[in-house]
């Protein structure tokens, strides 16, 4: 005891290092089986061990590897308002962070005004800056993280949207996602309580989370808007409120130091060497449209080939189905209307291109989505329509007229005109909505 009560001061200050470089650099963690993790236990259980002849020579050693650690921390530290802009392709991975008070969901950071030039996933994925179908967005989140031009919206609002980054207008500037061409189309306050990476539980998660401190008018009504692409593709956690397991505050203080970690410009030259990333180009397909490229997921292909049986006995359909039933019980309590809107994936509206088709085949067929999930809806006493005959109609409209698409070329997500005719949908729906 007396050896380490001598030799603690160095070790204090190794371990110090590695724990800075841990919260700065996601790339190392405190586990055994990571290597750096692994070298600075050798590295102190020898120390503990030398002689007593030795103990200078390796106490000389550790501090200067305690030097190496608090340098690359520091660099990365350093550098990274240099190098985010070459990380980040765009603004919603750039701003995305953990949410302190659960897991499995995220927020923006707050008070966000980005402009800048954007490009695709496909086209980030496949590698090929040719590809790009390049655009100026403008990039605007209020004090609480969602994409909202007012920073704390006031006037009551009886208009929500719900979804993941399909809804959230990822790719798109402010003023074309869908909440601000509602808010435009009919003169209201809409609020949009959308983010990436997230599925129908988290969906139902964050409302539940978020309503209570919205200032909601009169006749609520809450567009959920479900991704046919991936959304049975989430897994889902007990849906109950009284269930959901918030963080404790010692894990919020974790989550804190994960946001830090998360911009690591280290990790983030490190995975640029890793070759299963590497490999995500050949899930790229790309597929001439009028003699221009047109790229798809061929994830999200295979998907559009599941039938509505195939989805119906998904391993996630119980849990999709829970998180249903979980907002239909809610909406009832709290006297809210929400609307399910199937919005279809690129590779269905545009089904055709990849298939190498006649373009547009006439009537466009519902989702096998939405016909696994309409009974659902039904039963939990949720309202549920799909848009896909709505998307492929206008997808022919809009091109004949204009030779615009309803998707970017290089993007999983729907550009301004597809956001576009969500809106008009959605507000043909208002219209028709029976008045009080």
């Not at 050693?61 to 340098?71: I, K, N």
């Not at 130091?257 to 998360?262: C, E, F, T």
């Not at 911009?263 to 490190?270: E, G, N, P, V």
């Not at 290089?410 to 597809?418: A, F, K, L, S, Y």
Request: aromatic share 12%.
């Amino acid at each position: 005891m007396s050896r380490l009560r001598e030799r603690l001061p160095i070790l204090l200050l190794f371990w110090g290092a590695f724990l800075l470089l841990h919260i700065a650099c996601r790339s190392v963690n405190f586990q055994l089986k990571s290597p750096l993790c692994g070298i600075t236990v050798l590295f102190s259980l020898i120390y503990i061990f030398t002689p007593a002849k030795l103990r200078s020579l390796f106490a000389n050693g550790l501090l200067a590897v305690s030097t190496l650690y608090l340098t690359a921390a520091a660099l990365d530290l350093l550098v990274r308002p240099w190098v985010i802009d070459r990380f980040y392709y765009r603004p919603e991975e750039r701003f995305y962070t953990h949410w302190t008070r659960h897991d499995r969901i995220g927020r923006y950071a707050p008070l966000v005004d980005f402009k800048g030039t954007v490009y695709g996933d496909l086209a980030a994925m496949a590698q090929r800056p040719e590809w790009r179908d390049e655009r100026q967005v403008r990039f605007q989140t209020d004090r609480f993280g969602f994409r909202n031009e007012d920073p704390r919206p006031t006037s009551p609002v009886s208009l929500f949207v719900l979804g993941d980054s399909a809804a959230d207008g990822t790719g798109v500037t402010q003023p074309e996602t869908v909440t601000s061409r509602l808010r435009a189309l009919s003169s209201k306050p809409a609020y949009n309580l959308s983010i990436i990476c997230i599925g129908p539980w988290g969906e139902y998660v964050n409302l539940i989370s978020e309503w209570p401190r919205l200032p909601v008018g009169e006749r609520p009504r809450i567009y959920w808007v479900l991704f046919t692409a991936n959304d049975m593709e989430d897994p889902c956690w007990p849906a109950s409120p009284e269930k959901i397991q918030w963080k404790t505050p010692w894990e919020r203080v974790r989550t804190r130091v994960q946001n830090i970690r998360r911009h690591s410009a280290i990790s983030y030259f490190l995975l640029g060497l890793d070759q299963s990333v590497q490999g995500a180009k050949r899930q790229v397909i790309v597929k001439d449209f009028f003699g221009k490229p047109l790229l798809f997921f061929d994830v999200y292909r295979d998907e559009a080939r599941r039938t509505a049986r195939d989805l119906t006995r998904h391993r996630y359909m119980p849990d999709v189905q829970k998180s249903i039933q979980a907002m239909g019980a809610w909406a009832r309590e709290h006297k809210v209307e929400v609307v399910v809107v199937s919005l279809s994936s690129k590779e269905q509206v545009y089904e055709w291109v990849l298939k190498d088709q006649k373009p547009w085949p006439t009537p466009a067929a519902p989702t096998p989505f939405f016909l696994a999930i309409q009974d659902i809806c039904q039963k939990a006493g949720l309202k549920a329509i799909d848009l896909n005959p709505c998307l492929v109609k206008e997808s022919k409209r809009l091109y004949e007229k204009t030779g615009e698409l309803l998707w970017w070329r290089d993007d999983t997500h729907p550009n301004g005109q597809g956001h576009a005719a969500v809106a008009r949908f959605i507000m043909e729906l208002e219209r028709k909505r029976p008045k009080a």
